[in-house]
T-cell receptor, first 111, second 118 residues
Framework: QSALTQPRSVSGSPGQSVTISCTGT?????????VAWYQQSPGKAPKLMIY???KRPSGVPDRFSGSKSGNTASLTISGLQTDDEADYYC???????????FGGGTKLTVL | QVQLVESGGGVVQPGGSLTLSCAAS????????MLWVRQAPGKGLDWVAL????????YYADSVKGRFTISRDTSKNTLYLQMINLRTEDTAVYYC?????WGAGDYWGQGTLVSVSS
């Protein structure tokens, strides 16, 4: 069982928006503004999409945005494209005992 | 450009040992913490270990504590993961990851497969 809880799957149509949630505790997501989101396509290494809750690395489209409220973080993808179909994972700094915690992953299907 | 190239994966029997290496290039290796993250077949991401930029701070997941050791050699720009007493549940693709900060990985290697089986 993963430390952070994500929905197993979400779906949307091209052009729509979808939001993926990631729920933790006050020891990880709720305690720090160090949430990251990754996109993983089949057979590929994960790609960093969001860090520090809502910052985008260079090259990531602004269709991807992150937010946090209490112990829950969210990734919103607007203007869905077929290329966005992938698995998405959240992670958080978890303190010096468990430095990094991951969510179980969410499969995004673009219908 | 940043490159992380893992090596050392393979098939090993339960109770066996293996050492993974990750050759880093394209950035100043001594400035960044580094992580190992693994992914069992068909499963999600699982953090394994993190080492600080100068090698003095090391953190491990409970599942590998006492069996895995993370280390780095700045003169060789190489990250290591020594694994002993391997279990079947350690079977996974192991990724070498460059830390942006606070455990967020901005560059990932292509991964190396470790298979623990009798």
């Amino acid at each position: 069982q993963s430390a952070l809880t994500q929905p197993r799957s979400v779906s949307g149509s091209p052009g729509q928006s979808v939001t993926i949630s990631c729920t933790g505790t006050s020891s990880d997501i709720g305690g720090y503004d160090y949430v990251a989101w990754y996109q993983q396509s089949p057979g590929k290494a994960p790609k960093l999409m969001i860090y520090d809750v809502n910052k985008r690395p260079s090259g990531v489209p602004d269709r991807f945005s992150g937010s946090k409220s209490g112990n829950t973080a969210s990734l919103t993808i607007s203007g869905l494209q077929t290329d966005d179909e992938a698995d998405y994972y959240c992670s958080s700094y978890g303190g010096t005992y468990t430095f990094v915690v991951f969510g179980g992953g969410t499969k995004l299907t673009v219908l | 450009q940043v490159q992380l190239v893992e090596s050392g994966g393979g098939v090993v029997q339960p109770g066996g040992s293996l050492t993974l290496s990750c050759a880093a290039s394209g950035f100043t290796f001594s400035r960044n913490a580094m992580l190992w993250v693994r992914q069992a077949p068909g499963k999600g991401l699982d953090w394994v270990a993190l080492i600080g930029n100068d090698g003095s701070d090391k953190y491990y997941a409970d599942s590998v504590k006492g069996r895995f050791t993370i280390s780095r050699d700045t003169s060789k720009n190489t990250l290591y993961l020594q694994m002993i007493n391997l279990r079947t549940e350690d079977t996974a693709v192991y990724y070498c990851v460059k830390d942006l900060h606070w455990g967020a990985g901005d560059y990932w290697g292509q991964g190396t497969l470790v298979s623990v089986s009798s």
